[in-house]
């Protein structure tokens, strides 16, 4: 089974890793507008991220705008926005069964309690990660295709930004954390096991006279009938002396 140290250490990277996720899910910079051609001396930068999108004019000014419709929004826009906050209500549930499963703790219940809530926990942050994982793996892929593109013009050719990097680290120490947890009640199990009840002292000792006497009388009738058919006469008989 997983040590202390290394339950606390894969719950430090799951709580590492719903910290990045929600800062990545309300961060504007998902894309940001690439400097290529003309670009490069355009004095505007443009941000889109799933909430809003942003701008940098040239005179420092910074001005950000709401996403308030949402069926006008493109399909893998609207699967990065439900995907990232189930990720980050998956993980939170996570942590909860986490600090749960911790064997440094006091609360949680007994060794297995603790154990089956070290897996559900696990599992949680595992797929956690793999939600997360899949709205930067398509957001991507779409920011790429978009940039390849020959009918795209340039100025409105983006690539990825920070919050699309944030979200695959996120994504790692979800599964790092999720892994570490699931693996802690694999193998054999040292140290004190669950309580076993036993029977009262008074109900013990009767069962443990019961077992004497019958093997007291076991071995009696064993030695009864191991004694030859001479010993069994109790008289004399006429013909021992004819």
């Known amino acids: 089974m997983a040590s202390t140290g290394m339950q606390v250490f894969g719950f430090v990277l799951a709580l590492l890793g719903i910290m990045g996720a929600m800062v990545a899910t309300v961060l ?5 507008s690439a400097d290529v051609g003309s670009n490069i001396i355009t004095a505007i930068s443009q941000m889109q991220g799933l909430w809003m999108d942003c701008t940098w004019y040239s005179t420092g000014m910074f001005s950000c705008t709401l996403k308030y419709s949402v069926l006008s929004l493109p399909a893998y826009l609207q699967t990065a926005r439900t995907t990232m906050v189930l990720c980050c209500v998956m993980a939170a549930f996570g942590l909860c069964l986490a600090s749960l499963g911790l064997k440094c703790t006091r609360w949680g219940g007994g060794r297995r309690a603790k154990g089956h809530a070290a897996v559900a926990s696990g599992t949680c942050f595992v797929a956690a990660g793999f939600l997360c994982l899949v ?15 020959h009918n795209v013009p340039e100025s409105n050719k983006f690539e990825p930004g920070g919050a699309v990097y944030v979200a695959f680290v996120s994504a ?33 000792l009767l069962q443990q006279q019961a077992q004497q006497l019958l093997q007291q009388s076991q071995d009696l009738q064993h030695q009864y009938c191991s004694l030859s058919p001479l010993d069994n006469k109790t008289g004399y008989s006429l013909q021992d002396y004819v």
């Open 135 to 149: 709205p930067a793996s398509w957001f991507t892929n779409e920011v790429i295709a978009s940039f390849m593109d």
């Open 172 to 204: 790692g120490l979800l599964f790092a954390g999720g892994t570490i947890f699931c693996m802690s009640c694999s193998g054999k199990r040292h140290g004190p096991q669950d309580m076993i009840l036993l029977p009262p002292p008074d109900k013990l």
């Open 28 to 32: 504007p910079n998902w894309k940001v």
